[in-house]
């Protein structure tokens, strides 16, 4: 079992930064590959940014750059970074966590039905 505790939701102006984590615990897993989806109300669960077991890391197009995510391994933590934010970025950001096993890389990234474990979520507010 594999827990993730995130952490860092806000509420922010039009055009801030922020920075959300999601804590791993131990596992015992080879390979695990991670990422970061966002649901808004009334809307289905969109995924936002990936990473997989070496490193590489895939974001959603619609953002146009502006979020990117990166791990510190030492720490078991993933981070989504997320710049010039936007009112339709006001969301429940959640982390996922896949045990991707051979290959090292899922199929389909920033797909949530590739995922087993999932963070409680966070809420991000963005507002003028």
């Known amino acids: 079992q594999v827990h993730l505790v995130q952490s860092g939701g806000d509420s922010v102006q039009t055009g801030g930064s922020l920075r959300l984590s999601c804590k791993v615990s131990e596992y015992t897993y080879s390979a695990v590959c991670m990422a970061w989806f966002r649901q808004a109300p009334g809307k289905e669960r969109e995924g936002v940014a990936s990473?997989?077991?070496?490193?590489?890391?895939t974001s959603s197009d619609s953002l146009q750059g502006r979020f990117s995510t990166f791990q510190d391994n030492a720490k078991r933590t993933l981070y989504l970074q997320m710049n010039s934010l936007k009112a339709e970025d006001t969301a429940t950001y959640y982390c996922a966590l896949e045990p991707c096993g051979l290959w090292g890389r899922l199929d389909s990234p920033l797909s949530a039905d590739e995922y087993e474990y999932w963070g409680q979520g966070t809420q991000v507010t963005v507002s003028s």
């Open positions: 990473i997989d077991n070496d490193g590489h890391t």
